[in-house]
T-cell receptor, first 115, second 116 residues
Framework: DAGVTQSPTHLIKTRGQQVTLRCSPK?????VSWYQQALGQGPQFIFQ???????QRGNFPDRFSGHQFPNYSSELNVNALLLGDSALYLC??????????????FGEGSRLTVL | AQSVTQLGSHVSVSEGALVLLRCNYS??????LFWYVQYPNQGLQLLLK??????LVKGINGFEAEFKKSETSFHLTKPSAHMSDAAEYFC??????????????FGTGTLLAVQP
């Protein structure tokens, strides 16, 4: 049973560029959440998708957008990249009820470096 | 607003010694509390969770945590450290919305080193 898979694992972009990160949830999961983990910090909630809609959003600007597809996979898009966007981006999946009890399953993340 | 504070960004113990990682929370409503572990170059893995049942929660790998409402604490302990316990540990809180979607708020993490 495959867990949460994310791609790419590492990428380097320059300021002003755009990036798309991808996530396939654990088999049977219907909810995807995205977190940003800056170096030396805890993960910070970006947003959550369920039934192809953004259900909840953290304190991130509109440059951060996402999408969920009918197969429950998800994308995170970041436009107009800033140096401060350099971080590990974590995708977590769950069943919608599991979100309430913290039963999140995390992928290994996509490490974004902005130069 | 909810938050968690982890005291001690770095903790070092000897192999076989007690592990104690501290977490204090702030929440205006009964919280759900969690400990996650992150090994190098990996995602986060759930160690244990408190969801308003028993106040002493047992998790994987011999870890446990006790919810103390009077102290607003949820400290993580393990009686005897293993070299394999070396990792970063995150305390997190979420709010019981009773069926609605939710999010986790993480602390800044504690890096545990285990010395031979």
């Amino acid at each position: 049973d495959a867990g949460v898979t994310q791609s790419p694992t590492h990428l380097i972009k320059t300021r002003g560029q755009q990036v798309t990160l991808r996530c396939s949830p654990k088999s049977g999961h219907d909810t995807v959440s995205w977190y940003q983990q800056a170096l030396g910090q805890g993960p910070q909630f970006i947003f959550q998708y369920y039934e192809e809609e953004e259900r909840q959003r953290g304190n991130f600007p509109d440059r951060f957008s996402g999408h969920q597809f009918p197969n429950y996979s998800s994308e995170l898009n970041v436009n107009a990249l800033l140096l401060g966007d350099s971080a590990l981006y974590l995708c977590a999946s769950s069943l919608v009820a599991g979100v309430n009890t913290g039963e999140l399953f995390f992928g290994e993340g996509s490490r974004l470096t902005v130069l | 607003a909810q938050s968690v504070t982890q005291l001690g960004s770095h903790v070092s113990v000897s192999e076989g010694a007690l592990v104690l990682l501290r977490c204090n929370y702030s929440s205006s409503v009964p919280p759900y509390l969690f400990w996650y572990v992150q090994y190098p170059n990996q995602g986060l893995q759930l160690l244990l969770k408190y969801t308003s049942a028993a106040t002493l929660v047992k998790g994987i790998n011999g870890f446990e945590a006790e919810f103390k409402k009077s102290e607003t604490s949820f400290h993580l302990t393990k009686p005897s450290a293993h070299m394999s316990d070396a990792a970063e540990y995150f305390c997190a809180v979420s709010r019981n919305y009773g069926g609605a979607t939710n999010k986790l708020i993480f602390g800044t993490g504690t890096l545990l080193a285990v010395q031979p």
